[in-house]
């Protein structure tokens, strides 16, 4: 969700990075609290959970320590691939990742939360992958096949020196401040809500999105828009004005508590290639009260015939 439309400059060695899987360490996932009769089954959720432990592990294996074996134990031969910059397959990944963790030893994936909804996985990081610089901002959504690894598609885009709202691109400041997602008996609702919030507002462009389904305290990640639902209107409607033929299709929604993310494909205007978009929203009290997003313009080639969605 931006007002702007400057491209980001990606780094050929981050975004192979990033095809690579994207991320790693994640902080401990914390234990579903209790729910509610209505909540996802024992078994449903240890299978979650099991995605979320599969994709860490061969994160961390891949890029921390250049374990392709991991890649092996957990990534389907037949992989497939929407970053650009990537081919498809287990081998190619795997070619990829020692090149990357050759190149870069001291690469850090500080991963900021993650999130699992039936077959797919999201993780929102942060990609560093030479000590002292600030890196990219990334978002992987991972699908899963038979337990294992068997789609990625991915967004970067790099971390700027300040933001129009003070806020980084990744902390949580929404109270609690915890960036474990909520209990998952309030996934189906919470995506819901903001399935028909992003419809109104961004694929319709009805700012009156912003009264019905924000909260008054809500709190913005991205870097070129003011905190606050004030911030959101000014930024938008300058966005929306500007670019009045604005195209948003969303391509898939992934939640999980009260954390849901929306991939989308952003043009601007009729015949550009577009944006590669993720909103990340949080909702608490059935209202969204915070917000983090990643943009990444779509090349003009690439090393799959995928797509970016």
Known sequence: ??????????????????????TAAVPAVAATPSAPHHSVRHGDGARLDRQKAVAVSVLKGVFERGDTGVVDAFVRPDYIQHNPLAPDGA????????GA???FPQASY?????????D???????????????GMAVFDIFRFQGGKIAEH?????????????????FST???????????????????????AAFEQLIVRKDLSALDRYWGPEYHQHNPDIADGIAGAKTGLGAYFEAFPQLSVSPKRIVAEGDLVAV???????PGERGQAVVDLFRVRNGKIVEHWDVLQDVPATSANDNTMF
């Open 91 to 98: 081998e190619a990944l795997k070619n990829l990742a020692a």
């Open 110 to 118: 500080d991963i900021k939360r993650v999130i699992s909804d039936g």
């Open 153 to 169: 598609w991915d967004t970067g885009q790099n971390v700027p020196e300040t933001t129009a709202n003070g806020n980084d691109m």
């Open 120 to 134: 797919l996985v999201l993780v929102h990081s942060n990609v560093v992958l030479t000590p002292g610089t600030r």
């Open 263 to 269: 991939h989308s494909h952003y043009v601007n205007a």
């Open 1 to 22: 969700m931006t007002p702007t439309t400057s491209a980001r400059r990606v780094l050929f060695a981050a975004l192979a990075a990033s095809a690579l899987l994207g």
């Open 173 to 195: 400041v929404s109270r609690p401040r915890t960036e474990s997602p909520g209990p998952r008996w309030l996934t189906a609702h919470n995506k819901k809500l903001v399935g």
């Open 101 to 103: 963790h050759q190149q």
